[in-house]
């Protein structure tokens, strides 16, 4: 069975940068998309970034993130990443991981997800 478990988060500055991952075990990746999401204290969960799987390498980014956050994949390591730069007050909330069939950033369509990794930006 498929396990996803976030890791990378804590504390910085606005302006700093942050680099997530999702580490997979019990099967590969590779037929996965993966997508990261992210929910701040009352406020909805929203997709952040996804990226294809089956070899194909498109991508998506929320309209907040682009320029700033890169989604990326080590498949030797079988591990997604998110690079995060110039992060802002705004970007403080809970991050997770999840696969999924396509690479979208409704949650619904995500089979598996992981635990979450908290990431606070403030001054």
């Known amino acids: 069975q498929l396990q996803l478990v976030e890791s990378g988060g804590g504390s910085v500055q606005p302006g700093g940068s942050l680099r997530l991952s999702c580490a997979g075990s019990?099967?590969?990746?590779?037929?996965?998309?993966i997508g990261w999401f992210r929910q701040a204290p009352g406020k909805e969960r929203e997709g952040v970034s996804c990226i294809s799987g089956r070899g194909d390498s498109s991508t998506n980014y929320a309209d907040s993130v682009k320029g700033r956050f890169t989604i990326s994949r080590d498949s030797a390591k079988n591990t997604v990443y998110l690079q995060m730069n110039s992060l802002k007050p705004e970007d403080t909330a809970i991050y997770s991981c999840?696969?999924?069939?396509?690479?979208?950033?409704?949650?619904?369509?995500?089979?598996?997800w992981g635990q979450g990794t908290q990431v606070t930006v403030s001054s």
């Open positions: 999840a696969a999924g069939w396509s690479c979208t950033l409704a949650g619904p369509r995500y089979d598996r």
């Open positions: 019990g099967y590969t990746l590779y037929y996965y998309a």
